[in-house]
């Protein structure tokens, strides 16, 4: 009966609403101390990383988040030395996963091996279990990969001959895409892109950064060997844990919850957008600039935070018209008139 799977009821038998869990404000100062630890990490994997301090910035803030994140970039830009310097600051397990065409699912998720001993299947780990994982041009990977790793990246567990297996407290993916080759590739749906919180644009460095990487390299750096990176764990993965707390407990305002509303909505009223951003996509922008906010030592989101926020979580959740990309229109383009076009709060 319909009755039985409605909820519970109160004494007079009526059906009883829940009311929803609301967190404790975050203190300032326990904002500031966070904001200040998490600046350190930044420092430190800028220190290694030359000349990508936007893109640091928009890593640490999709751990911060808890999310996942979509790296896009031509090879050489430093997506690999990244991610290795950022779990290395961590005292995290890093893993890496190579793409290739002919990679099966069992070979990302792990496999059920029959146990000689005491006849009975147990089930070995594949590299997805990981608490950093690179995804190494991961729209190489065929439908059914990317698929298992679909359900890793919104469950954080994987299902094997219909077991589940939960995948580490900190599993973040990071994955990356080379956005000038398209031989041999398999283009994410929608559905998987709509899973990245962000999707961080990683462009050559500055002269000037270029080449003090030189200059690194002079002196005995070496990306392919970690131990020259001069790096130590200064996060725990407890404290980290932590910290993800404490983002849920930034506050923000109703006056700029609902300028995120007006953002998004905005993008499925733009004439050169074909598709607009979903609600998900509201949600990403929320929580990102929450982690904004700390990653600056606040306990409140400014506007200023969803803006700088609103271009990495909407490029990638939008399409132009063919008309716009004819006429050379770019998602990051329409995002940006988007921001301009929508008052923000005072």
Do not use: W
């Amino acid at each position: 009966m319909i009755g039985d799977r409605a909820g519970p009821t109160d004494a007079a038998g009526g059906l009883s609403v829940s009311t929803p869990t609301r967190l404790a404000p975050l203190d300032p100062e326990a904002a500031q101390a966070a904001g200040a630890l998490a600046r350190s990490v930044l420092d430190a994997v800028g220190g290694v990383v030359l000349g990508q301090e936007a893109v640091l910035e928009q890593m640490l803030v999709t751990l911060l988040a808890g999310g996942h994140a979509l790296l896009e970039g031509v090879p050489g830009t430093a997506k690999t030395l990244a991610i290795s310097a950022l779990s290395r600051s961590l005292d995290t397990h890093f893993g890496r996963i190579q793409f290739t065409p002919d990679l099966m699912p069992t070979d990302v998720t792990g496999v059920n091996v029959l146990d000689e001993l005491s006849r009975r299947f147990e089930f070995r780990r594949g590299p997805l279990f990981a608490e950093l994982l690179l995804a190494d041009e991961i729209n190489r990977a065929p439908a059914k990969t990317q698929a298992a790793l679909l359900e890793a990246m919104q469950e954080r567990q994987v299902t094997v001959d219909g077991a589940s297996h939960a995948l580490p407290a900190l599993f973040t993916v990071f994955a990356s895409q080379n956005p000038v080759e398209y031989e041999g590739t398999y283009p994410l749906p929608e559905a998987q892109l709509d899973r990245f919180l962000l999707k961080i644009r990683v462009d050559y460095p500055a002269q000037a950064a270029e080449l003090a990487m030189l200059d690194r390299y002079a002196g005995g750096f070496d990306a392919s060997v970690p131990a020259t990176f001069g790096l130590q764990p200064l996060l725990a993965r407890e404290r980290l844990l932590e910290l993800r707390a404490l983002v849920t407990r930034v506050r923000v305002e109703p006056e700029v919850r609902a300028y995120v509303v007006a953002l998004v909505r905005e993008t499925r009223a733009r004439p050169a957008l074909s598709l607009g951003a979903s609600p998900r996509a509201t949600v990403a922008v929320f929580r990102a600039a929450q982690a904004c906010a700390l990653l600056e030592g606040r306990d409140f989101v400014i506007p200023e935070d969803v803006k700088r926020m609103a271009v990495p979580a909407l490029r990638h959740r939008v399409l132009l018209t063919a008309e716009a990309e004819v006429e050379g229109g770019s998602a990051d383009a329409e995002i940006a008139g988007v921001v301009a076009a929508v008052p923000a709060p005072r």
